[in-house]
Each structure stands twice: as C-alpha cells, then as structure tokens.
T-cell receptor, first 112, second 110 residues
Framework: GESVGLHLPTLSVQEGDNSIINCAYSNSASDYFIWYKQESGKGPQFIID?????DKRQGQRVTVLLNKTVKHLSLQIAATQPGDSAVYFC???????????FGKGTRLHILP | NAGVTQTPKFQVLKTGQSMTLQCAQDMNHNSMYWYRQDPGMGLRLIYY???????DKGEVPNGYNVSRLNKREFSLRLESAAPSQTSVYFCASIWGLEAFFGQGTRLTVV
C-alpha cells in the first residue's frame, strides 16, 4: 500500500520519456542481480535478472546494466507509461539456490 | 492456479499475543521465503526454506519462528508480538531467481 512508499527516493518522469532507476549493492560475492516491480497493494513482481558475468541484458522495454567495478546496477525503462508507476527494487543473491536479499527501493512517479 | 496464498490479510494483535501467519503455494517450488516490509526499509528477509524439511535465518529472524510443514506450506509464528513487529509480511515461493509473492498480511501490534 501507500505506507510502504514513505521515505523512499522518488523518480519523477514524463510519460513517454525513458526512466533510469539506480541501485548500489554491497555484496561483491553476489552472482545474480534481479529487478522487481511492486504496485500499490500488491506483492513484488519479477522483471528481469542479470548474472555477474554480463554487463547488459535487455528485455521487453527494459534494460539492466551492471557495473561490478563500482557495485552499481541500473534499470532502464523505455517510453515510460502510466502503468510503470510503482516501487522498483533491486535484489541480489550469491547463486540460484541462495537467499535473495532486497535493496530499499525507488518509487517511480509518471507525470502526465 | 492460485499461486501463493497468504492468510490472514489483516490482523491486529495486542502486545504479548501470539499468532501464526499461513502461506501455501501450488507451484511445486522447493524454496519459500518470509519477508517483512516497513516504510523506507524495503523487504527484509526473516526466514527462508530452501527445501522441505530445512529452514534458515534471514536478515531479521529475532522474534519469529517458522515451520515448513510440507512442500506446499511455510508458516511464520510470532510467539509474543511486539509493536516493533507491526509491518506488512510477504510470503514468496521461489523458482530459480524468480520470486512469486503472496498478497501480503498487514499486521498491527498495539
């Protein structure tokens, strides 16, 4: 719900523009990085993942970039739509069978 | 195909009361997780179960216990609720890197 978004950093983007959501991770041993989208009142939904041996991966209207040197991950959303309005979380895990740890999240607000 | 089902959706407890949050998944996944979500804190892992019969502590396990009753069900118990446990609780069933979340349980401890 709305209370989940309190105190989260917010990115405001004009409808139709591209959005770039950033995430800094802390564990250099993490091998997989994942982006989730959480709409109001719902649980998070998987968007895309990237393995540490890659620096870029593209999906439908989304691109994830990974910079291991500075431990930085970004999610780019092309031609942002009103339905993209949500809180976006990055997550990391050491391997496909290990625990998934979430970052704090960023709220994406779409301007008409 | 219901996915992940959590009950209850809402609960108010008095300090010191106990309760169990239920979670069931029908996707035949091995891994199931419990997270809590607080304003500005993102999702924090409480406990997880990589397979039936195993459970492990996550980031914030204190004050909670879990039971992996069978492959489908993973419950979270608060033995003596505290106001600091007021939160939204999410259960997730994991397939590889993809977590399928329930709708959440909004718990208030007064």
């Amino acid at each position: 719900g709305e209370s989940v978004g309190l105190h989260l950093p917010t990115l405001s983007v004009q409808e139709g523009d591209n959005s770039i959501i950033n995430c800094a991770y802390s564990n250099s041993a993490s091998d997989y990085f994942i982006w989730y989208k959480q709409e109001s009142g719902k649980g998070p939904q998987f968007i895309i993942d990237i393995r540490s041996n890659m620096d870029k991966r593209q999906g439908q209207r989304v691109t994830v970039l990974l910079n291991k040197t500075v431990k930085h991950l970004s999610l780019q959303i092309a031609a942002t739509q009103p339905g993209d309005s949500a809180v976006y979380f990055c997550a990391e895990t050491a391997n496909r069978d290990d625990k998934i740890i979430f970052g704090k999240g960023t709220r994406l607000h779409i301007l008409p | 195909n219901a996915g992940v089902t959590q009950t209850p959706k809402f609960q108010v407890l008095k300090t010191g009361q106990s309760m169990t949050l239920q979670c069931a998944q029908d996707m035949n996944h091995n891994s199931m997780y419990w997270y809590r979500q607080d304003p500005g804190m993102g999702l924090r892992l409480i406990y997880y179960s990589a397979s039936e019969g195993t459970t492990d502590k996550g980031e914030v396990p204190n004050g909670y216990n879990v039971s992996r009753l069978n492959k489908r069900e993973f419950s979270l118990r608060l033995e003596s609720a505290a106001p600091s446990q007021t939160s939204v609780y999410f259960c997730a069933s994991i397939w590889g890197l993809e977590a399928f979340f329930g709708q959440g349980t909004r718990l208030t401890v007064v």
